[in-house]
T-cell receptor, first 120, second 111 residues
Framework: GAVVSQHPSRVICKSGTSVKIECRSL??????MFWYRQFPKQSLMLMAT?????????EQGVEKDKFLINHASLTLSTLTVTSAHPEDSSFYICSARSLRGLAGGYNEQFFGPGTRLTVL | KNQVEQSPQSLIILEGKNCTLQ??????????LRWYKQDTGRGPVSLTI?????NTKSNGRYTATLDADTKQSSLHITASQLSDSASYIC??????????FGAGTILRVKS
């Protein structure tokens, strides 16, 4: 159990276009989903936290108009990178958390496999 | 400041050997500490999770220890395999569930 999927796994786009990344919890209801960005040889950096049915909370320095997050259902959250530029090229990872605490009540986050975005 | 520091930054060992990765943290209030394995180009996968009262936890060939007094944790890998080559990330959870990530230790197992 506790599987999180992301789609697409890899995307290449031209500068100025928008890209949508989907994050799905396959076998549990995720009341909260998190979006991270990871640059090469660095650890994950939290971009935003989204709760189902409400607006996302963005970390300091993350442009909410550039990184649009929608958490429309308990199993799906989307991240849209608008007007992408080469500096947005990165590895984007989502995670999902269930209030039921699948891992013995720890409210553990389960991570998706990531999406590699390359902006030309 | 809430920080998680890992050492070494990278490590190369021969297949079959054991190794120990270190994690020091200054995170408060502490909720739990997790070790994740992240293969290149993949998302992190949980290995162990420990609360304040737990000082050791095993998952197959992986054994994590936690000393809440000194705020140190270690991950010991026994009889390493080529498939253990990955980045190992120490993550400390604060109450309220903010996660503080270490930079990771890159492990390479050679045959």
């Amino acid at each position: 159990g506790a599987v999180v999927s992301q789609h697409p796994s890899r995307v290449i786009c031209k500068s100025g276009t928008s890209v949508k990344i989907e994050c799905r919890s396959l076998d549990f209801q995720a009341t909260t989903m998190f979006w991270y960005r990871q640059f090469p040889k660095q650890s994950l950096m939290l971009m935003a936290t989204s709760n189902e049915g409400s607006k996302a909370t963005y970390e300091q320095g993350v442009e909410k108009d550039k990184f649009l997050i929608n958490h429309a259902s308990l199993t799906l959250s989307t991240l849209t990178v608008t007007s992408a530029h080469p500096e947005d090229s990165s590895f984007y990872i989502c995670s999902a958390r269930s209030l039921r605490g699948l891992a013995g009540g720890y409210n553990e986050q389960f991570f998706g496999p990531g999406t590699r975005l390359t902006v030309l | 400041k809430n920080q998680v520091e890992q050492s070494p930054q990278s490590l190369i060992i021969l297949e079959g050997k054991n190794c120990t990765l270190q994690c020091n943290y200054t995170v408060s209030p502490f909720s739990n500490l997790r070790w994740y394995k992240q293969d290149t180009g993949r998302g992190p996968v949980s290995l162990t999770i420990m609360t304040f009262s737990e000082n050791t936890k095993s998952n197959g060939r992986y054994t994590a220890t936690l000393d809440a007094d000194t705020k140190q944790s270690s991950l010991h890998i026994t009889a390493s395999q080529l498939s253990d080559s990955a980045s190992y990330i120490c993550v400390v959870s604060r109450y309220g569930n903010k996660l503080v990530f270490g930079a990771g230790t890159i492990l390479r197992v050679k045959s």
